[in-house]
């Protein structure tokens, strides 16, 4: 009996289980929450050098409009002069004008959005206008390094261990933030919080609690909790326009969740792992009678059995000496770059939409619950690859077709390019919401863990990456750097979905177990061939020779 054939004892997804699985994907909205939180903390506003009030401007109307670009003082200018430049249509010559000019040392700040934000506090605009996108760079390196040591160390201490020190790292980085003062300070804490996050995305993804055939919509689920805490900071940042009061807000509630010590049991498939069958057995009969289930001890599968699994693991190396399983797993790894790129460079892009950053923030969260929404349906019915390869293309396509509204176009089209960002981060949800299920069911049993512990690395490396793409309109001046940021998007997703064209479908069979299963699974075999498999071990013969038919 294999460890998933404790359901039918237990209950598949009972009262319990759900219990649970709401109490673990709680922090997840507020991880979402931390992860988008720079949007508003970091937001810069219209801004224009405060030495432009000595200036007499007795003629100009009293609603005049900052421009963000002003980052000179220019002298010896009249002031009849220096109303008809400001005030031109063509904004863009206040920065070059040829006349003497000092840097400027002090701004004012546009606080139609906000009343401040670290941004104001600190002038990180003009020569310090990338210490903004640092800054959100530092979340992500701690992120990845959270996303990739504590997972480490969950599997050495034990899952329910590492969830509450993430929880006591979350709350320990995220409310000291409201109290900084320093941009060093700033960046260390949000380092913090990436880790912290980094950690609980690891131990608080919630498939090991219901059966096999039900995690697609549990994961699917997972997801919405991601994109409703979008929403949660959405609603707060509208409503809290002070960055200190917002972030403090939005990090109290977390301390809730150091109840998780009483109320969330230790993974049991750890426990299993690590020999401590009686500890599991103890919550598994819990679990069963909480489901009023009736049982028969012992409900975990025979120790020979397990250790006889066990022995069955090969080296992700082994997996790669197989060319097509080989080619498979670089357009894996290379998907999870992109998606992560796509996704979360979408998200720093809002505030280059133009509009209300509010409206622009919102939107694009119900794109992301549309497009896990979407999933749900079609991952059964159409299957994963055709659903993943769709919303790479249709995200792609979305976003390059911005090109010809932001270079052709005028302001009073830009929803036109804000509709087609809907598409793309719609497409890219899908993206994010299908790949993890699809790798899941690529990777076989024996290197599963390693295949995705890589691809999750290079998730992070695009997430890295992600921030310095909106960014460009600042180093590209003109018209490219406006339409930069959404091709590149647009250009690897397309890229992405071209080279998943090359992946078999994962939907009917079920899910391989052996190098074997994996290879039969790229023939497009059937699930009565991938019963009829087993791999001679050890793995030193060819693919053609290490395949047994029985």
């Known amino acids: 009996m294999a460890y998933d054939d404790v359901y039918r004892m237990i209950g598949s997804c009972g009262r319990y289980q759900k219990l649970i699985y709401v109490l673990q994907t709680l922090p997840v909205m507020f991880a979402a929450v931390q992860t988008y939180l720079s949007v508003f903390i970091l937001y810069v506003p219209d801004h224009r050098c405060s030495s432009l009030n000595s200036i007499n401007t007795t003629h100009a109307p009293q609603d005049i409009h900052f421009l963000s670009s002003r980052c000179k003082v220019y002298n010896n200018i009249k002031s009849e002069f220096l109303y008809e430049v400001y005030n031109s249509p063509e904004s863009s010559n206040w920065d070059n004008l040829t006349m003497p000019s000092s840097e400027c040392r002090s701004w004012e700040y546009d606080t139609a959005l906000f009343e401040n934000t670290f941004v104001t506090q600190k002038n990180l605009v003009c020569k ?324 995705l512990g890589i691809a999750n690395l290079c998730a992070c490396i695009g997430g890295i990456i992600a921030p310095y793409i909106p960014d460009l309109n600042k180093i590209v001046s003109g018209d490219i750097g406006r339409i930069l940021p959404m091709s590149i998007f647009g250009i690897f997703a397309i890229i992405a979905g071209l080279l998943s064209l090359l992946l078999p479908e994962t939907n009917k069979p079920r899910l391989p177990e052996t190098l074997g299963d994996a290879v039969l699974q790229n023939e497009g075999h059937t699930h009565r061939d991938m019963e009829m498999v087993t791999v001679i071990q050890p793995l030193k013969e060819t693919p053609e020779n290490s395949l047994t038919l029985q």
């Open 128 to 451: 310090k206008k990338l210490y903004r996108t640092h800054a959100i760079v530092a979340y992500m390196a701690g992120f990845t390094l959270g996303s990739l040591g504590i997972g480490i160390f969950s599997d050495k201490f034990g899952r329910k261990v590492v969830l509450m020190a993430s929880i006591a790292l979350y709350i320990g980085s995220s409310i000291p933030l409201s109290f900084v003062n320093e941009f060093s300070e700033f960046t260390v804490s949000r380092i913090f919080s990436g880790v912290s996050v980094g950690g609980l995305l690891n131990t608080c993804y919630v498939m090991e609690l219901v059966e096999p055939r039900m995690r697609m919509l549990a994961g699917m689920v997972y997801m919405l909790f991601w994109g409703t805490g979008a929403l949660l900071l959405t609603g707060m940042a509208y409503l809290i326009r002070d960055w200190r009061n917002l972030n403090l807000s939005l990090a109290l509630p977390t301390i809730l969740f150091l109840f998780y010590k009483i109320l969330v049991p230790e993974s049991t498939r750890w426990l299993v792992v690590k020999g401590r069958r009686k500890q599991a057995e103890n919550i598994l009969s819990l679990n069963a009678r909480r489901n009023n289930r009736s049982f028969k001890e012992p409900i975990l599968p025979d120790e020979d059995e397990e250790a006889q699994r066990d022995e069955q693991r090969v080296s992700f190396i082994a997996f790669c000496s197989y060319p097509r399983l080989l080619c498979n797993t670089f357009v894996i790894f290379f998907n999870w770059f992109v998606v992560s790129l796509v996704f979360f460079g979408l998200s720093w892009n809002v505030s280059n939409l133009g509009n209300d950053v509010f409206l622009n923030f919102y939107l694009t969260s119900i794109a992301q619950i549309v497009g896990f929404l979407l999933c749900i349906p079609l991952l059964n019915g159409v299957g994963r690859k055709p659903v993943y390869v769709g919303s790479l293309f249709m995200g792609g396509v979305a976003l390059l077709l911005t090109i010809f509204p932001v270079k052709y176009g005028s302001s009073d089209i830009e929803w036109i390019t804000f509709s087609l960002s809907f598409v793309g981060m719609t497409g890219s949800s899908m993206a994010v919401a299908t790949l993890f299920l699809y790798s899941t069911e690529l990777f076989p049993t024996v290197v599963r863990n390693s295949g």
